[in-house]
């Protein structure tokens, strides 16, 4: 079946921490896999996309087909970067996955 | 400007009482897709549509018809509205070229109510 998980509902950090936001996918083929990130009072937008494999606003994410993960990295959080992200997958058949979503809350 | 238009952006309704949230798309865009938002379950697929007149089940299609006429329009229907399908409702759309959907641009969402 395919699913994403993304185990943590709230990650509260300081201003200047790391942060890692956990996904975990289960999928029986060539995934390919997405971070989309809804800020207050806007629309979901993408954030990065594992092709790409690029840094967008410092984040960065690779993924690990061996863990079947693709966790969304940031080296120094910073406050506007508090929002709701969600990891997702895209099947071959159309079908796009998001997981349950990450409240990252950064704090001062 | 490129975007994806749904209407209504709120309504409350009561039980039963047929509805249309309509979703609109100008960027001559293949691929359409419904979502509903709640909190601790995510975004979860109602249905999607790779083209006119092709449409699929997401993950909880139940309660819902949609429509496929057009390439740049994509009405979500509920028929007998129900309480339990009080939720925040996104459509979004993108560019299919096979093998997957591609990046999609959501509109900003429909909040509904039903009583």
């Known amino acids: 079946a395919q699913r994403v998980t993304q185990p943590e509902k709230l990650l509260s950090v300081f201003k200047g921490a790391p942060v890692e936001l956990k996904c975990n996918y289960s999928?029986?083929?060539?995934?390919?896999l997405f971070w989309y990130v809804q800020y207050s009072r806007q629309r979901l937008q993408l954030l990065l996309r594992?092709?790409s494999r690029e840094s967008i606003k410092g984040f960065t994410a690779d993924l690990n087909k061996g863990e079947t993960s693709f966790h969304l990295k940031k080296p120094f959080a910073q406050e506007e970067d508090s929002a709701m992200y969600y990891c997702?997958?895209?099947?071959?058949?159309?079908?796009?996955?998001f997981g349950q979503g990450t409240t990252l809350q950064v704090k001062p | 400007e490129a975007q994806v238009t749904q209407n209504p952006r709120y309504l409350i309704t009561v039980t039963g009482k047929k509805l249309t949230v309509t979703c609109s798309q100008n960027?001559?865009?293949?691929?359409m897709s419904w979502y509903r938002q709640d909190p601790g379950l995510g975004l979860r697929q109602i249905y999607y549509?790779?083209?006119?007149?092709?449409?699929d089940k997401g993950d909880v299609p139940e309660g819902y018809k949609v429509s496929r006429k057009e390439k740049r329009n994509f009405p979500l229907i509920l028929e007998s509205p129900s309480p339990n399908q009080t939720s925040l409702y996104f459509c979004?759309?993108?560019?299919?070229?096979?093998?997957?959907?591609?990046?999609?641009?959501f509109g900003a969402g429909s909040r509904l109510t039903v009583l």
């Open positions: 979004a759309s993108t560019p299919f070229r096979g093998g997957g959907a591609n990046v999609l641009t």
């Open positions: 549509s790779m083209n006119v007149e092709v449409t």
């Open positions: 997702a997958l895209s099947s071959n058949t159309g079908k796009l996955i």
């Open positions: 999928y029986s083929g060539s995934p390919e």
């Open positions: 594992h092709i």
């Open positions: 960027m001559n865009h293949e691929y």
